[in-house]
């Protein structure tokens, strides 16, 4: 029968598979080791963690664990050869391309007005807090059903509901 190492109590079987101290408070305190976590940066999409052990140090040094970011786990990006000329900044930096004459008038123009008046607004806010339903309420308003829903759900998003 296994004995823990503390204060020499028996341990019970299933316990002394992994472990060679008691669940007394003392023991505990004395000789639990906290896990260490890696981050293991396997794909762009999101990281791998693993608990930080022997095996996973081997895998670590053998490069089982690739980034596709980067060359390889932990190692930076590779010195330039010796004799190579170093790059200028404009030489590091990618050529731009121009933007297309349309696309440079739609970021310039301002966001689109809304379909609706202030006043509607506040009449189909006023309806929708009395509960209302959005297609009685566009009947009033001689809306559609639609832009009733969009008023109710853009003051939802502005946090006036």
């Known amino acids: ?29 004395k000789n639990a080791k906290g ?5 293991v940066g396997v794909n762009k999409a999101a990281e791998q963690y693993l608990i930080l052990d022997e095996h996973t140090r081997e895998e670590l040094a053998s490069g089982k664990y690739r980034d596709q970011r980067r060359g390889s786990f932990g190692t930076p990006v590779p010195a330039p050869r010796a004799g190579a000329k170093p790059q200028t900044a404009e030489a590091a930096t990618p050529a731009r391309r121009p933007v297309p004459a349309p696309a440079r008038r739609a970021a310039a123009r301002k966001p689109a007005r809304r379909p609706w008046s202030r006043s509607q607004e506040k009449l189909a806010l006023l309806y929708n807090e009395q509960g ?19 008023i109710i759900l853009s003051s939802k998003n502005r946090g006036k509901l």
């Open 1 to 29: 029968m296994a004995q823990c190492i503390t204060c020499g109590a028996q341990l019970h079987p299933e316990r002394a598979k992994k472990y060679d101290y008691c669940t007394a408070r003392e023991c505990q305190e």
């Open 35 to 39: 896990l260490t976590m890696v981050a």
């Open 132 to 150: 209302i339903r959005p297609q009685v309420i566009a009947e009033r308003l001689g809306l559609s059903t639609y832009i009733v829903t969009q």
